[in-house]
């Protein structure tokens, strides 16, 4: 029954169109009947010292209690001397994965429409270490860091994701035969976690390749796994795959299970307020945490009716061409619950 599943997550609705889609969300879960109780946190408007940072060690304390999250966009506050909010986030709550599931959406045409793919982005390291001098003028090293912790970590990840998904392949992306060492131990690192799941395929295409791949057939990959520069520009161009970032879910991971996700897009400022933004990435979001809690009943059935929805055609936002409100949308899929 549900009182057994019963659980809290954090909430933060964020600004801009952030609320407007926040409250759809809160609705479609209610409606399907999710056995979630929302924690809504706010950040800041002032600095916390405690954390440097417009994000207060309540929020932390929120999402590391209730090990799941949902977040909506939040406007980057502008000013030197603080944390910005993502980066506080991924280092206090070591969140080490980034995951983004792209898949085309019947019915909507894009230049593809066989994209089904993950991609599971090493987050804390590599080439975003911030490590950067400059040892004489005129020349600037910027270290690239490539640990045995981080990649076991994120490859074990991927591992478990694909097989908790029932997806297929795991493709490693790299370009080690360049950087030798350092995209070394993140292939080696992958083969051994490799050998604990020998019913999943595994491949290792070099990034280069992989870019041109992906632009060709998209269709011939499933689950994803990088360092942390190439999932950040692969995970884009996969999310222009299906039609761009405003339909990308995402869901950051951390240690002991913690999950916290969010739509990829920004504040939308230019329709906030309005009702007119469309709150398939955020809701796509929450059923990625779904998922990561075990409750795929209710996650299918929602995801299914967005899909329904947005397939029938009759109730699209603006964004997707439609003349659909917020609140049309969010009824349609409601009504097209299970
Ligand atoms: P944006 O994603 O907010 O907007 C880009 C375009 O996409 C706009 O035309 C907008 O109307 C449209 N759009 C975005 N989400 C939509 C939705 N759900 N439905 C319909 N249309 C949608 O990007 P931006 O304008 O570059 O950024 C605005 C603000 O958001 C900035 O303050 C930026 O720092 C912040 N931002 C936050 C996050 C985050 O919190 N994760 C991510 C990106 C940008």
């Not at 030197?80 to 280092?91: A, E, I, Y």
């Not at 694909?162 to 795991?170: E, F, L, P, T």
């Not at 292939?187 to 390749?209: M, S």
Request: overall charge neutral.
């Amino acid at each position: 029954g549900y009182a057994s599943n019963a659980f809290t997550a954090t909430l933060f609705p964020g600004d801009g169109v952030g609320p407007d889609i926040a409250n759809a969300v809160k609705s479609i879960f209610a409606a399907a009947g999710v056995p979630v109780t929302w924690d809504e946190q706010v950040v800041a408007k002032e600095v916390d010292p405690r954390t440097n940072s417009f994000v207060t060690r309540e929020n932390l304390d929120s999402v590391l209690r209730h090990k799941v999250g949902l977040k909506g966009p939040m406007t980057t506050p502008i000013g030197k001397g603080f944390r910005s909010l993502n980066l506080t986030l991924r280092k206090e709550l070591e969140l080490f994965a980034n995951v983004r599931p792209c898949l085309s959406l019947p019915g909507y045409k894009t230049r593809y429409d066989n994209v089904d793919l993950v991609t599971v982005r090493e987050n804390t390291e590599g080439e975003y270490s911030g490590l950067e001098h400059e040892v004489v003028p005129g020349v600037v090293e910027s270290l690239k860091v490539i640990t045995r912790k981080a990649s076991s970590r994120v490859a074990e990840f991927a591992f478990k994701y694909a097989k908790d998904n029932n997806r297929n392949k795991i493709t490693a992306v790299h370009k080690a035969n360049i950087m030798k060492k350092a995209d070394g131990l993140f292939l080696e690192c992958c083969r051994e976690v490799r050998e604990k799941y020998p019913e999943i395929q595994y491949e290792e295409v070099i990034v280069d390749n992989c870019c041109m791949q992906l632009v060709r057939d998209p269709g011939q990959f499933d689950v994803m796994v990088m360092p942390n520069l190439y999932g950040d520009i692969i995970s884009d161009l996969s999310a222009g795959l299906i039609g761009g970032l405003g339909l990308t879910p995402s869901a950051n991971i951390g240690e002991n299970g913690l999950c916290l996700a969010e739509a990829v897009h920004g504040t939308a400022p230019d329709i906030a307020g309005k009702d007119l933004a469309n709150p398939t990435a955020l809701a796509m979001s929450g059923i990625m945490m779904l998922r990561h809690k075990g409750l795929s009943k209710e996650a299918d059935n929602i995801q299914q009716a967005i899909l329904k929805v947005i397939a029938d055609g009759k109730y699209r936002t603006k964004d997707l061409g439609g003349e659909a409100t917020t609140s049309d949308f969010t009824k349609a899929v409601i009504g097209s619950l299970q």
